[in-house]
């Protein structure tokens, strides 16, 4: 549509607003809001909130890296900003420590972990699924009561949890640790959401067509289709299991996870603390690694439910 024409029809100002516009297309794809470089201010913000994210696990490294003494005496600031050999001293110790076998505690909490990931994707999607697709009385109300659970404090719940982890004989025991979260509100949440959006009905109506079972549409398709939602989920849980403490620290007595290692190298009656922050720092490094190999998918993840959403 010809400028003179839109002036003739619409006036001035819009043929004016039409020129722009078509400058702007002639002068490339680079105005366009996708191809735009961030400024000096996102590089900024996003430089503070990485130090500020980074600096607790630095300041483990270099406390790990000084002697009692010197921590002592560097009240109000680090004792070093530099790693030193004294962190590869304490990580023997940590390794050599004969309280407790540091490679046994790895053991359980990837065990504990990769199981109640692996159960909670399974189970928060089949929820999902049939939350977002399936019409049946009272999924609202169930949904509801479901998500609702999430406001009530894990702390409530402890003493009923542990009379009913001993009537079970598993005091000590990691199906302590892995059967009471085997499945999450949050996941059930969060898997319901997803496949709102990412699961079509024509997809599951032409495979009932077609004579599938519903577990089958599950599957074959609901399943595929919340892979990166539920990628996603498997992250978020494996970390939240890993850190997990408080609840270990009820059940388990002889048996460790990576978080109760840390406990475990305080002395009676005295405390290494450079010995405690490299403890820290080995139970934050399989975290990070997660991080680096799987943290394309959790952005990808993130931001394709969000545009979803």
């Known amino acids: 549509m010809s400028t003179a024409y839109i002036e003739n029809t619409a006036g001035r100002g819009a043929a004016k607003y039409a020129r722009k516009r078509a400058a702007r297309g002639k002068s490339g794809a680079s105005h366009h809001p996708s191809n735009r470089r961030p400024g000096w201010v996102t590089y900024v913000i996003l430089a503070a909130v990485f130090v500020v994210s980074v600096f607790p696990l630095y300041a483990a490294a270099m406390y790990g890296s000084s002697s009692t003494t010197e921590i002592a005496r560097s009240v109000g600031t680090l004792p070093t900003w530099l790693p030193t050999l004294t962190l590869l001293e304490n990580f023997g110790q940590v390794f050599a420590a004969e309280q407790f076998s540091i490679w046994v505690a790895f053991g359980n909490s990837l065990l504990v972990a990769v199981s109640v990931s692996a159960s909670t994707v399974f189970f928060a999607t089949l929820a999902g699924f049939t939350f977002s697709k399936l ?175």
């Open 135 to 309: 019409r049946f009385r009272g999924r609202q109300v169930l949904y509801f009561a479901v998500i609702g659970t999430m406001v009530i404090p894990a702390q409530i719940g402890t003493i009923p949890m542990f009379v009913m982890m001993n009537e079970f004989g598993w005091i000590d025991s990691l199906l302590a640790l892995t059967v009471p979260g085997l499945i999450g509100a949050f996941g059930v949440f969060w898997m319901t959401q997803y496949l709102k959006e990412a699961l079509p009905f024509e997809l599951i109506e032409a495979a009932r067509v077609d004579g599938a079972s519903m577990f089958r549409i599950f599957w074959s398709i609901a399943l595929p289709a919340a892979r990166p939602g539920a990628a996603t989920l498997a992250l978020f849980t494996f970390i939240g299991s890993w850190n997990s403490f408080f609840w270990p620290s009820v059940v388990m007595r002889s048996q460790l996870t990576m978080p109760l290692v840390v406990p475990q190298l305080r002395g009676a009656f005295t405390s290494d603390t450079g010995l405690v922050m490299a403890g820290v720092f080995l139970v934050a490094v399989p975290l990070l690694l997660v991080l680096v190999v799987a943290g394309k998918q959790l952005v990808a993840g993130v931001m394709e439910g969000a545009v979803k959403g």
